[in-house]
């Protein structure tokens, strides 16, 4: 439904595909709980200032299902609390619980290369995501996908368990290998708790052409056989300047995985005393 000036508050809401399907002008959300199979709460294409606050969502499904979605062929529906496309400038998550078996919050620009859907403000405050052991699906508590620009994450709090494939409690990438594009995944994390609750989860993983800043972020390890490393960088992953972070737990490898050439990207300043900053 096209959502001008309305406000949906104290709500329960059961979708088997979508909670709630909001597109275009302003709206706000507030006080609503959600369990949806799909996408709990989905946003298009909204041009005006809206928030989104209080609200709590479970997005089911990460098992096979049969049909097509937005992307084309797939063999599960992606399980994602909060799913923002095509644009979204000016919108404001605030104080959300979002337990998503595959993804908690998604925020995708344009993969097309044009500027259309890429003048975003989003901010996030204080959301607590979780995403529990999916069925081998890969997961983010947090994800960014193509033109994403001027996102601010403060105070998160994430506990990515994942399963036996790639998980991340925050997951940035830009997935258009258009050089001239690879500047606009902006993303600020400021403060927050990034748990690990999976040895073959990260806590942040920077890919393809992600930029960005982590300021005074936590890092924490719960599993004692950890494989990989706490923050994990790809090739062609942009700038990004880490400011003060703090370890814990008990994993001994180095605590920031990047390859030859990638760790010039990488600017670390007081890092954790004690642990090897990179492999």
């Not at 799909?38 to 089911?60: K, M, P």
């Not at 890429?118 to 994800?143: C, F, H, R, Y």
């Not at 600020?188 to 999976?198: H, N, R, Y």
């Not at 942040?204 to 990989?228: A, F, W, Y």
Request: aromatic content about 6%; overall charge negative.
């Amino acid at each position: 439904m096209p959502f001008d000036d309305t406000t949906v508050a104290g709500c329960m809401v059961i979708g088997f595909h979508t909670g709630i399907r909001a597109t275009g002008g302003r709206f706000k959300l507030r006080h609503d709980l959600i369990d949806a199979g799909g996408y709990a709460v989905e946003v298009t294409n909204s041009r005006d200032t809206s928030l989104i606050e209080d609200i709590q969502t479970r997005a089911l499904w990460s098992l096979p299902a049969s049909g097509r979605d937005s992307f084309g062929d797939h063999s599960y529906r992606p399980g994602t609390g909060f799913y923002v496309h095509d644009g979204a400038d000016g919108l404001q998550i605030n104080s959300v619980m979002s337990i998503g078996w595959v993804t908690g919050i998604w925020i995708a620009g344009s993969t097309d290369g044009s500027a259309a859907h890429d003048d975003w403000m989003i901010s996030l405050l204080q959301p607590n995501v979780e995403t529990p052991p999916n069925n081998g699906q890969p997961s983010a508590g947090i994800k960014t996908t193509g033109g994403v620009r001027r996102l601010t994450i403060v105070d998160p709090r994430i506990v990515a368990a994942g399963g036996d494939t790639e998980s991340a409690a925050l997951d940035f990438g830009h997935l258009d290998r258009d050089a001239r594009n690879t500047a606009n995944n902006n993303v600020t994390v400021i403060g927050g708790t990034l748990e690990v609750a999976s040895r073959d989860a990260n806590a942040v993983l920077l890919r393809h052409g992600s930029t960005g800043s982590l300021i005074g972020v936590t890092m924490n390890q719960t599993k004692p056989d950890l494989r990989g490393s706490l923050l994990r960088a790809e090739p062609g992953v942009g700038k990004w300047n880490i400011l003060v972070p703090e370890v814990r737990g008990g994993h001994r490898a180095p605590w920031i995985s990047a390859p030859q050439g990638v760790d010039t990207q990488l600017r670390v300043t007081s890092g954790p005393s004690g642990r090897s900053d990179k492999e």
